[in-house]
């Protein structure tokens, strides 16, 4: 994918996926947007993947595994108390260039899933609706490749 491509990628992602929801990945989305050795990295993505999910997940997933770097002190679900994100860039940078290699094969050789909890928001209001007009039990039958997390749409917290 071209670079120019690619940035406007990292872009929405942040504007449109991240911010509200994650400001560490927003910044870190909209710096690598303009970060010419990044996208270039990230580029070795499967075609067809959300190439900034797989990327950031990529990494984090590398943080997790036991590397040891000064980024991981930025990441909320790896420290208790996260350093300010507004100084993660260059340690976000230096990490990537220096395990290069092993993000490229997962660049290369994972893909992302992406069931996720929020998928369900929609029901609920679907379903008040439905209930409000019927006034009888709903149940769900679901088919399709979500392993049934569809189904537990009533266990989670809306808001």
Same mark, same amino acid.
């Given at each position: 994918?071209?670079?120019?491509?690619?940035?406007?990628?990292?872009?929405?992602?942040?504007?449109?996926?991240?911010?509200?929801?994650?400001?560490?990945?927003?910044?870190?989305s909209l710096?690598?947007?303009?970060?010419?050795?990044?996208?270039?990295?990230?580029?070795?993505?499967?075609?067809?993947?959300?190439?900034?999910?797989?990327?950031?997940?990529?990494?984090? !997933? &590398?943080?997790? +595994?036991?590397?040891?770097?000064?980024? #991981?002190?930025?990441? *909320?679900?790896?420290?208790? =108390?996260?350093?300010d994100i507004?100084?993660?860039?260059?340690?976000?940078?230096?990490?990537?260039?220096?395990?290069?290699?092993?993000?490229?094969?997962?660049l290369q050789?994972?893909?992302?899933?992406?069931?996720?909890?929020?998928?369900?928001? !929609? &029901?609920?209001? +679907?379903?008040?609706?439905?209930?409000? #007009?019927?006034?009888? *039990?709903?149940?769900?039958? =679901?088919?399709?490749?979500?392993?049934?997390?569809?189904?537990?749409?009533?266990?989670?917290?809306?808001?």
């Amino acid at each position: 994918m071209e670079i120019t491509q690619l940035s406007k990628r990292f872009k929405v992602f942040a504007e449109g996926e991240c911010k509200g929801s994650s400001p560490l990945y927003e910044h870190l989305s909209l710096k690598i947007s303009e970060d010419h050795d990044l996208l270039e990295l990230s580029s070795h993505a499967q075609e067809g993947q959300p190439i900034p999910n797989l990327f950031l997940g990529a990494v984090h !997933y &590398l943080l997790q +595994s036991g590397l040891h770097h000064p980024l #991981k002190e930025y990441y *909320p679900s790896l420290v208790e =108390e996260p350093l300010d994100i507004e100084d993660i860039f260059p340690y976000f940078k230096d990490f990537c260039l220096a395990f290069k290699s092993d993000i490229i094969n997962l660049l290369q050789t994972k893909r992302v899933q992406t069931n996720e909890v929020r998928r369900s928001a !929609y &029901l609920y209001p +679907s379903f008040c609706y439905m209930y409000a #007009k019927l006034k009888k *039990p709903l149940s769900l039958i =679901e088919i399709g490749t979500s392993a049934g997390l569809q189904l537990l749409w009533d266990q989670y917290g809306y808001s």
